[in-house]
């Protein structure tokens, strides 16, 4: 699968409570022509509040998931929190082929296996400007219970030290929501200058 030239594929990556969604709400609020297309991710964890089915996330049983996954219909899948997340294939591939920049937030394990399927994709990792603010916006939201949340904030300590495997870092100051969208909108904007022609492959 090939996509159109100087469609780019976007990864965006970072530990839970980084402010991933917040975020990627800013930059769809941004004006822009043609759009970004945001993938929705297919996941068997139970809707949050205020959560939108095949708006936030593709919440599927794990029998429906795994079907998709057996099939060959997810770029990726991996267990996360003890949940699991995949990427539809069909629309990555669609959206690439016309034209659109595609913006995937994706979790680190996930990341590496799409950059190993999409080589040229860009990967973005959001970083907190410290652990301890992070834990402060995860007991903040208060969505998980207290296993959950000491998983998140085990797991969180293991992503952070993947960062090194990503092309760009950006730290998401607290209440600065809009400046790290328009520092992503930058730096997506500076690859697609970098290679105008280039064509995302999906092996």
């Known amino acids: 699968m090939v996509?159109?030239?100087?469609?780019?594929?976007?990864?965006?990556?970072?530990?839970?409570?980084?402010?991933?969604?917040?975020?990627?709400?800013?930059?769809?609020?941004?004006?822009?022509?043609?759009?970004?297309?945001?993938?929705?991710?297919?996941?068997?964890?139970?809707?949050?509040?205020?959560?939108?089915?095949g708006v936030s996330y593709r919440f599927l049983t794990p029998?429906?998931?795994?079907?998709?996954?057996?099939?060959?219909?997810?770029?990726?899948?991996?267990?996360?929190?003890?949940?699991?997340?995949?990427?539809?294939r069909r629309e990555v591939a669609r959206a690439l082929a016309d034209g659109y920049d595609v913006i995937l937030k994706i979790d680190v394990q996930g990341a590496r296996v799409v950059k190993s399927r999409v080589p040229d994709a860009l990967l973005v990792f959001i970083v907190p400007p410290s652990l301890e603010a992070l834990f402060q916006r995860l007991r903040s939201r208060a969505t998980e219970n207290a296993d959950e949340l000491e998983l998140r904030q085990r797991n969180a300590a293991i992503e952070l030290a993947r960062q090194g495997d990503y092309d760009r870092v950006v730290?998401?100051?607290?209440?600065?929501?809009?400046?790290?969208?328009?520092?992503?909108?930058?730096?997506?904007?500076?690859?697609?200058?970098?290679?105008?022609?280039?064509?995302?492959?999906?092996?």
């Open 63 to 88: 029998e429906a998931f795994h079907a998709l996954r057996d099939t060959g219909e997810l770029l990726e899948a991996n267990k996360v929190h003890g949940h699991w997340y995949g990427t539809p």
């Open 3 to 53: 996509g159109a030239p100087g469609a780019l594929l976007v990864i965006i990556s970072g530990p839970s409570g980084v402010g991933k969604d917040t975020i990627i709400a800013a930059l769809a609020a941004r004006p822009r022509d043609p759009d970004y297309h945001y993938v929705v991710t297919c996941t068997t964890r139970a809707p949050r509040p205020g959560e939108i089915p």
């Open 171 to 203: 730290v998401n100051e607290t209440g600065e929501i809009e400046r790290t969208a328009a520092e992503i909108e930058a730096i997506i904007e500076q690859e697609k200058r970098r290679n105008s022609d280039r064509r995302m492959r999906i092996t």
